[in-house]
């Protein structure tokens, strides 16, 4: 089936540190992918997406690259601040009624 | 604009209870949501509304959940009767359109089944 894989665990980083965060899926077609982040005491909200294959999302500082040959959607921002602090979901959506399936997401925790 | 609000936010029940929850999209969102997010992993869609119509039901467990639209704006869940793996966090999405790349989400309802 459809599914997404993100890199098990929370981040914790210091302040203007280099964060990534991987995201691997599986998928029967060419799906549009996405991450979505959530704030503490906030609803989920879209980061960035790319709707095929080397598009490159960005916002906020954060870039992720849609790469076919690898199924890899891993996201990166330079320099994070304490604000970054959040939880961030891959997720895809394979067809016209933009169904997502979200992977486990990630907690990044970041320190001054 | 105002967003995707949802009722109540928190939630206690003993098995085998019934329970509502209530969501008001953002207005003029032909589109809604109700994903199911289970502690320590991401969403899973139980039900798709395009107005006050089904798209997709396919992952909700209809012997114990059910959904309506009515009027294609508010929506409710309901479950009945609860078991303790349905405690987790039931969030309502909204979009412009069906297709629509972003979701508009809700703060959740937490529910916790003892």
């Known amino acids: 089936g459809n599914s997404v894989t993100q890199m098990e665990g929370p981040v914790t980083l210091s302040e203007e540190a280099f964060l990534t965060i991987n995201c691997t899926y599986t998928?029967?077609?060419?799906?549009?992918l996405f991450w979505y982040v959530q704030y503490p005491g906030e609803g989920l909200q879209l980061l960035l997406k790319?709707?095929?294959?080397?598009d490159k999302g960005s916002n906020k500082g954060f870039e992720a690259t849609y790469r076919k040959e690898t199924t890899s959607f891993h996201l990166e921002k330079g320099s994070v601040q304490v604000s970054d602090s959040a939880v961030y979901f891959c997720?895809?959506?394979?067809?016209?009624?933009?169904?997502?399936?979200f992977g486990k997401g990630n907690q990044v925790v970041v320190i001054p | 604009e105002a967003g995707v609000a949802q009722s109540p936010r928190y939630k206690i029940i003993e098995k085998r209870q019934s329970v509502a929850f209530w969501c008001n999209p953002i207005?003029?969102?032909?589109?809604l949501y109700w994903y199911q997010q289970i502690l320590g992993q991401g969403p899973k869609l139980l039900i798709q509304?395009?107005?006050?119509?089904?798209?997709?039901d396919s992952q909700l467990p209809k012997d114990r959940f059910s959904a309506e639209r009515l009027k294609g704006v508010d929506s409710t869940l309901k479950i009945q009767p609860a078991k303790l793996e349905d405690s987790a966090v039931y969030l309502c999405?909204?979009?412009?359109?069906?297709?629509?790349?972003?979701?508009?989400f809700g703060p959740g309802t937490r529910l916790t089944v003892t």
């Open positions: 999405a909204s979009s412009t359109r069906q297709g629509a790349y972003e979701q508009y």
């Open positions: 998928a029967t077609g060419y799906p549009s």
């Open positions: 790319a709707t095929k294959a080397d």
């Open positions: 997720a895809l959506s394979l067809d016209g009624n933009n169904r997502l399936a």
């Open positions: 207005s003029g969102h032909a589109t």
């Open positions: 509304f395009q107005n006050n119509g089904v798209v997709d």
